[in-house]
């Protein structure tokens, strides 16, 4: 998945602790989007940035906060991290060009709290 | 109420046949779909996608159609080859926001 990478690629977090998931892309895309994706399931959009300066909330925000600190990196707190938070965390970054959507996934950050 | 679905769990074919993957979804708002595929321990890598005010897009061995009475799009792989072999995501998009399927695994035997 070449243009998104995400670090670090795995995280053991005790329950209280914080951290910070880092991501950047070189694609010069304006979106940038983190999901979370539990067993079985699709993935869930947690917040996006449409543009740089902007950040909304998407499906499941509770428990997380974003900054977008430029038009290249997206990255996702976790302020006090609960054991519901262990997932994967994927980073994507879109550009729409020709009237079509382009969507990119870093690799993901498999996060366990224990 | 999920809004994308795509109802089989699993598919299997032959190589060299047509793979075709399903997805339903209920908001006719969307304005773009995507088509993904995943294999483990990676991200999704991006397919194909296709605005809602088309039918057809074309990418090589995939095609997708979207039939916007039925509010159903479908995944046509054509070859199927054993590297396609991934589970298989549609999204549906409302301005910033996605809205993912389940998945559907494919099975892609020699």
């Known amino acids: 998945n070449a243009g998104v990478t995400q670090t670090p690629k795995f995280q053991v977090l005790k329950t209280g602790q914080s951290m910070t998931l880092q991501c950047a892309q070189d694609?010069?895309?304006?979106?940038m989007y983190w999901y979370r994706q539990d067993p079985g399931m699709g993935l869930r959009l947690i917040y996006y940035s449409a543009s740089e300066g902007t950040t909304d909330k998407g499906e499941v925000p509770n428990g997380y906060n974003v900054s977008r600190l430029n038009k290249r990196e997206f990255s996702l707190r976790l302020e006090s991290a609960a054991p519901s938070q262990t997932s994967v965390y994927f980073c994507a970054s879109s550009d729409l060009r020709s009237g079509m959507i382009y969507r990119h996934f870093g690799d993901g950050t498999r996060l366990s709290i224990l | 109420d999920q809004q994308v679905k795509q109802n089989s769990p699993s598919l299997s074919v032959q190589e060299g046949r047509i793979s075709i993957l399903n997805c339903d979804y209920t908001?006719?708002?969307?304005?773009?779909f995507l088509w993904y595929k995943k294999y483990p321990a990676e991200g999704p890598t991006f397919l194909i996608s296709?605005?809602?005010?088309?039918d057809k897009n074309e990418d090589g061995r995939f095609t997708v159609f979207l039939n916007k009475s039925a509010k159903h799009l479908s995944l046509h792989i054509v070859p199927s080859q054993p590297g396609d072999s991934a589970v298989y995501f549609c999204?549906?998009?409302?301005?910033?926001?996605?809205?993912f399927g389940d998945g559907t695994t494919l099975t892609v035997k020699p």
């Open positions: 999204a549906a998009l409302m301005g910033g926001k996605s809205t």
């Open positions: 908001n006719s708002m969307f304005d773009y």
């Open positions: 296709i605005s809602s005010i088309k």
């Open positions: 694609m010069n895309h304006n979106s």
